[in-house]
């Protein structure tokens, strides 16, 4: 079995290795000068092996020393690290820290956050839009919010469960619609917005009547849907809009969807959060907000997309050949 460590005998020598003396350990540490110099001793013992040379003015380490100074340098950074954040958490009970994909983020969130504000006074909420898939894993977020297939962003530390997914609807504007739609649904050299991030038009297409223009057609890619959907409302040709991104823009009648079909995303939205962490109430009340905000919402894409004849799909559902 292996000798039980001291962890006091490895803080002074840590701090011995750090500042270069027995004195400067000793009084980061509010002992005696003897008192380290008892404790490099018995770890010396413990390991079989001298780790100090005792040297003026200050200390050298011996290449065994030097390798175990840097293993605890590492840990005991670690530890203070881990420290702090619970430190920094406990006192600020009542702030919900969110990292949000951005378009997420701004199209849909920062819209609704004041309700949740104003039902919850004395919360303060934090939002960090990212892009998607930047998880910041050393940062301490309440919740991570990200797209992706299913089990993308589970793992040792992170729980992820199911958000909500999304309806891509083609749309543009009317004007163009008239310009490039022809009847009965028909494109004839309409210019395509692409999302280089998320692009779902092949499993549209595949989910339709439709042909695929393939590499026959012209477009125009982005990073970002929202900058797809700018594009669209400028006139500049059709894009996929995320129902939780262009909903109020339909509604409105500034954009259209004119193939009057919506497919069900083959990828879905995800909120992490630390395995083991217990959540504040600020924390658990975000979240009931967040998920019934949400169910609210879906509710109001089925009423206003059956009003307006668009017919959603499941991306399961094949043509038959």
């Given at each position: 079995?292996?000798?039980?460590?001291?962890?006091?005998?490895?803080r002074?020598?840590?701090?011995?290795?750090r500042?270069?003396?027995?004195?400067?350990?000793?009084?980061?540490?509010?002992?005696?000068?003897?008192?380290?110099?008892?404790?490099?001793?018995?770890?010396?013992?413990?390991?079989?092996?001298?780790?100090?040379?005792r040297?003026?003015?200050?200390?050298?380490?011996s290449?065994?020393?030097?390798?175990?100074?840097?293993?605890?340098?590492?840990?005991?950074?670690?530890?203070?690290?881990?420290?702090?954040?619970?430190?920094?958490?406990?006192?600020?009970?009542?702030?919900?820290?969110?990292?949000?994909?951005r378009?997420?983020?701004?199209?849909?969130?920062?819209?609704?956050?004041?309700?949740f504000?104003?039902?919850?006074?004395?919360?303060?909420?934090?939002?960090?839009?990212?892009?998607n898939?930047?998880?910041?894993?050393?940062?301490?977020f309440?919740?991570?919010?990200?797209?992706g297939?299913k089990?993308?962003?589970?793992?040792?530390?992170?729980?992820?469960?199911?958000?909500?997914?999304?309806?891509d609807?083609?749309?543009?504007?009317?004007?163009?619609?008239?310009?490039?739609?022809?009847?009965?649904?028909?494109?004839?050299?309409?210019?395509?917005?692409?999302?280089?991030?998320?692009?779902?038009?092949?499993?549209?297409f595949?989910n339709?009547?439709?042909?695929?223009?393939?590499?026959?057609a012209?477009?125009?890619?982005?990073?970002?849907?929202?900058?797809?959907?700018?594009?669209?409302?400028a006139?500049?040709?059709?894009?996929?809009?995320d129902?939780?991104?262009?909903l109020?823009?339909?509604?409105?009648?500034?954009?259209?969807?004119?193939?009057?079909?919506?497919?069900?995303?083959?990828?879905?939205?995800?909120?992490?959060?630390?395995?083991?962490?217990?959540?504040?109430?600020?924390?658990r009340?975000?979240?009931?907000?967040l998920?019934?905000?949400i169910?609210?919402?879906?509710?109001?894409?089925?009423?206003?997309?059956?009003?307006?004849?668009?017919?959603?799909?499941?991306s399961e559902?094949?043509?038959?050949?």
């Amino acid at each position: 079995m292996a000798p039980s460590l001291s962890l006091t005998a490895l803080r002074a020598f840590d701090l011995v290795a750090r500042l270069g003396t027995f004195t400067e350990a000793a009084r980061a540490l509010n002992v005696t000068r003897p008192a380290i110099s008892k404790q490099i001793k018995c770890l010396e013992a413990m390991v079989g092996c001298q780790l100090v040379i005792r040297t003026r003015p200050k200390v050298t380490l011996s290449e065994r020393g030097s390798e175990l100074a840097a293993g605890l340098r590492q840990g005991f950074d670690t530890i203070s690290a881990s420290v702090q954040r619970t430190i920094e958490h406990s006192s600020q009970p009542n702030t919900v820290r969110l990292l949000v994909e951005r378009d997420f983020a701004s199209s849909w969130l920062a819209e609704r956050i004041g309700g949740f504000l104003l039902n919850h006074p004395g919360t303060s909420v934090e939002v960090n839009a990212e892009r998607n898939g930047q998880l910041h894993p050393d940062e301490d977020f309440s919740f991570r919010i990200f797209y992706g297939p299913k089990g993308r962003y589970k793992t040792d530390t992170l729980v992820e469960e199911f958000l909500c997914d999304w309806i891509d609807i083609p749309v543009c504007t009317p004007e163009y619609e008239s310009a490039h739609i022809l009847e009965y649904g028909r494109y004839h050299d309409a210019h395509f917005l692409l999302d280089k991030n998320y692009n779902p038009w092949s499993a549209w297409f595949e989910n339709t009547d439709l042909e695929d223009p393939g590499d026959q057609a012209t477009y125009s890619s982005f990073n970002e849907t929202s900058l797809c959907l700018s594009a669209a409302l400028a006139g500049s040709g059709i894009t996929i809009g995320d129902s939780f991104l262009c909903l109020d823009a339909i509604d409105s009648g500034r954009l259209v969807a004119p193939f009057k079909t919506g497919l069900h995303s083959v990828e879905r939205y995800s909120i992490c959060y630390p395995i083991g962490r217990k959540l504040s109430l600020s924390e658990r009340n975000f979240l009931k907000w967040l998920s019934q905000t949400i169910m609210e919402y879906e509710q109001n894409v089925v009423q206003v997309l059956a009003r307006i004849g668009i017919r959603v799909i499941s991306s399961e559902i094949k043509q038959a050949v």
